[in-house]
């Protein structure tokens, strides 16, 4: 194949694979190309998009796990009563302090491996992230087998679960490119959810391997040794580059200078901050607030399912009614959810605060649908307001709503950072986490006002995006 330099790629055949399976034209909107090669192509593409990035969200919140079986039992001066597995004594702050750290790193690199793309090529990044996985999986098997190992040590490999956490950036960027307009929320819907999904199935297989093969806490990173490279080998075979999805920072730094980019960022930690946290720390609390380490390994997973299930309902809601009123719905549903978790953990019932952990669940989930749903719409709006109608300028703001989903994503992304942090300090200060949940009570109640006052309110710029 050769490239005609008067007219660039228009001498290349669309979707013809070359060499490093490196495709030099794409042609997504082309309706003839795509029906006949173009969606064979891109499922092909997404299938092992989702399974190498549902590999990497089971990674990222393994320690959710893991903390629960390696907290010690101490009595009311602190004196430690009994080791717990592998002969680790955690406290419950050291182990919001290791669910806390995981998913900052995870946060953070969102925004490396969203660039990564273009840089490497999607299906080569895909490969070494998975590789990538083998870090935070080995580290684990390792340090869990040495109880003498610091604890400064023991959370330098627990960060290194992040690399899981940017696979979801990588992995969404590169699956953009690939279908067309009319096609990409499906897509990208069906690429988040199965991605969210894997932290429930680490929940729940998690448990089950660490009583297999009398290697303990070991096995819970040792399971995944194996399918990480399997991911990566899937991609090497099956998935592809593509020679457009070139970077070009220039739309992302616009995309800054937008006030709706950091506020719909500040929504986005309410709404997937939330999920991501409160998976990491709802095994855990079910632990050190209600001292059922067996519920919580059997049932701990059941909440990021839920969340993780719901996430496309939401999308598929405001694509009927608008983005905006199902988030504002979703916001006022969790900060009643989150008051009838107060009554249970002030009526010391598990049921009512299980219940109501689900019911958060179920609304992150809806909430994170209903905000995606609201990025392109407010970028179409500013684009509108402008007044330019020529292919240039719509593709401009194209660009930067693609930017502002990568920069929402990773700021979104710290709620799962503050959120141990916050249990910690309540529960050392006040020996309970109700003021947590006080705390977040109050966030939700905040977000559902902003949300009104700027995407629903009557005479709003934005209002019902």
Do not use: C
């Not at 549903?333 to 109501?356: C, D, H, N, P, R």
Request: proline share 3%.
């Amino acid at each position: 194949m050769t490239i005609n330099e008067k007219t660039g790629l228009d001498s290349v055949e669309p979707g013809v694979i070359g060499k490093g399976r490196w495709i030099e034209r794409w042609e997504p909107e082309n309706e003839l190309f795509w029906e006949a090669k173009g969606k064979a192509i891109a499922f092909r593409n997404l299938v092992f998009s989702i399974v190498a990035e549902h590999i990497g969200f089971s990674v990222w919140l393994l320690w959710s796990i893991v903390v629960v079986k390696m907290y010690g039992t101490f009595d009311d001066s602190g004196a430690l009563v009994a080791a717990g597995s592998n002969g680790w004594a955690l406290t419950a702050g050291q182990g919001f302090t290791i669910l806390a750290v995981a998913s900052g790193v995870g946060a953070f690199l969102r925004v490396p491996y969203t660039f990564a793309v273009p840089i490497f090529g999607g299906r080569n990044w895909t490969v070494i992230s998975a590789l990538l996985l083998l870090v935070p999986t080995l580290g684990l098997a390792w340090v869990v087998s040495h109880p003498e190992t610091s604890f400064t040590v023991l959370l330098l490999v627990a960060a290194t679960a992040g690399f899981g956490g940017g696979n979801f950036a990588s992995s969404m960027s590169n699956i953009t490119y690939f279908y067309p307009e009319k096609e990409k929320g499906w897509a990208l819907g069906l690429n988040a959810a199965g991605g969210n999904i894997g932290v429930a199935v680490a929940q729940k297989v998690v448990p089950i391997a660490i009583g297999l093969g009398g290697l303990g806490l070991a096995n819970a990173g040792l399971v995944y040794v194996p399918l990480a490279v399997a991911a990566a080998i899937l991609a090497f075979l099956f998935m592809d580059n593509l020679r457009e999805a070139k970077a070009d920072p220039k739309p992302t730094a616009k995309s800054l200078t937008h006030g709706h980019t950091w506020l719909m960022a500040f929504l986005y930690i309410g709404t997937f901050g939330s999920f991501i946290g409160y998976s990491a720390a709802f095994p855990t609390l079910l632990k050190v607030v209600f001292e059922r380490g067996d519920i919580a390994l059997s049932w701990g997973f059941l909440g990021a399912f839920i969340g993780s299930i719901s996430r496309p309902y939401g999308g598929k809601l405001a694509d009927r009614v608008g983005g905006s009123i199902v988030t504002l719905g979703a916001f006022i549903a969790m900060a009643v959810a989150g008051y009838t978790a107060v009554l249970g953990v002030q009526q010391k019932s598990l049921l009512i605060f299980f219940v109501s952990f689900m019911a958060l669940f179920a609304f992150t989930g809806i909430g994170n649908g209903s905000t995606y749903r609201m990025i392109p719409s407010i970028f179409s709006r500013l684009h509108a307001d402008k007044g330019e109608a020529t292919d240039e300028s719509r593709l401009d703001f194209k660009r930067r709503s693609a930017g502002a989903v990568g920069i929402i994503s990773a700021v979104g992304a710290f709620g799962g950072f503050a959120i141990p942090f916050v249990y910690k300090w309540a529960k050392e200060t006040s020996g309970t986490i109700v003021p947590a949940l006080q705390i977040y009570i109050g966030v939700f109640l905040l977000m559902a006002v902003l949300t009104w006052v700027f995407y629903l309110r009557k005479g709003a710029r934005m209002q019902n995006v």
